[in-house]
T-cell receptor, first 113, second 113 residues
C-alpha cells in the first residue's frame, strides 16, 4: 500500500487566493483526519471524518476553512480566501477505526504570501 | 509584540545510550496511548501503543510504560542510534462516542554520534 497520499507537497500562494489540499487515505480505512502543524501551536486537529461523514469540525479555525469527503478514497481541505497566518504544514491521516493508530501523509507545506 | 513559538523539550543522548522520553497526559478517561516519531520534513509515524489495561509494552528497541495513577507515560529507546533523532509525540485517546486523538507538544531527541 502506498500509504496516505497528499497533494500538493508544497503550495505557495498569495493572500486572498483559494487553496485546495487533497488527500487519499489508505484503502479500507474508515476514519480520516486533517491536522495543521505550526511552530506556534504544534499539531492541531482540524476535522475528523468517520465513514465519510464529518464528526467533529470544532478545530476548523473559521469559516474560511472547509473540508469535504465525497467518497472513501478522497478528501479535500479548502481555504478561501487564504491569509498569511494560514501558513503551516497540513497533514492528512487515516486509521482503520477512529480510535486506532493514525497513518499520516507527508503533509502539504503551505505558504501564503 | 514578539511572537513566541513552542519551546520543545530537548533530550540529548550519546549514541548507544538508552533514551527515556516522558509524557504527562491530562484526561483520566483516556484509555489508549500512542507514541509517534516525526522526522524532519515528514509526517508523524506510529512507533508503539498501549492500552490502559497494561502497564508495559515492548517493541523492537522500544518500551512504553504507563502509570495511570499519576497519568504518566514514558518511551524508552534502547541503544539509541542517529536514526532515532526526531521529535517524539505522545497521544492519548478515549473510546466511546467518537475518538479524538490529542497530541502532546512533543520532545526533540538529539543523538550525539
Amino acid at each position: 500500500d502506498a500509504g496516505v497520499i497528499q497533494s500538493p507537497r508544497h503550495e505557495v500562494t498569495e493572500m486572498g487566493q483559494e487553496v485546495t489540499l487533497r488527500c487519499k487515505p489508505i484503502s479500507g480505512h474508515n476514519s480520516l483526519f486533517w491536522y495543521r502543524q505550526t511552530m506556534m501551536r504544534g499539531l492541531e486537529l482540524l476535522i475528523y471524518f468517520n465513514n465519510n461523514v464529518p464528526i467533529d469540525d470544532s478545530g476548523m479555525p473559521e469559516d474560511r476553512f472547509s473540508a469535504k469527503m465525497p467518497n472513501a478514497s478522497f478528501s479535500t481541505l479548502k481555504i478561501q480566501p487564504s491569509e498569511p497566518r494560514d501558513s503551516a504544514v497540513y497533514f492528512c491521516a487515516s486509521s482503520l477505526k477512529g480510535n486506532e493508530k493514525l497513518f499520516f501523509g507527508s503533509g502539504t507545506q503551505l505558504s501564503v504570501l | 509584540g514578539e511572537s513566541v513559538g513552542l519551546h520543545l523539550p530537548t533530550l540529548s543522548v550519546q549514541e548507544g545510550d538508552n533514551s527515556i522520553i516522558n509524557c504527562a497526559y491530562s484526561n483520566s478517561a483516556s484509555d489508549y496511548f500512542i507514541w509517534y516519531k516525526q522526522e524532519s520534513g515528514k509526517g508523524p509515524q506510529f512507533i508503539i501503543d498501549i492500552r490502559s489495561n497494561m502497564d508495559k509494552r515492548q517493541g523492537q528497541r522500544v518500551t512504553v510504560l504507563l502509570n495511570k495513577t499519576v497519568k504518566h507515560l514514558s518511551l524508552q529507546i534502547a541503544a539509541t542510534q542517529p536514526g532515532d533523532s526526531a521529535v517524539y509525540f505522545c497521544a492519548e485517546n478515549r473510546s466511546g462516542g467518537y475518538q479524538k486523538v490529542t497530541f502532546g507538544i512533543g520532545t526533540k531527541l538529539q543523538v550525539i554520534p
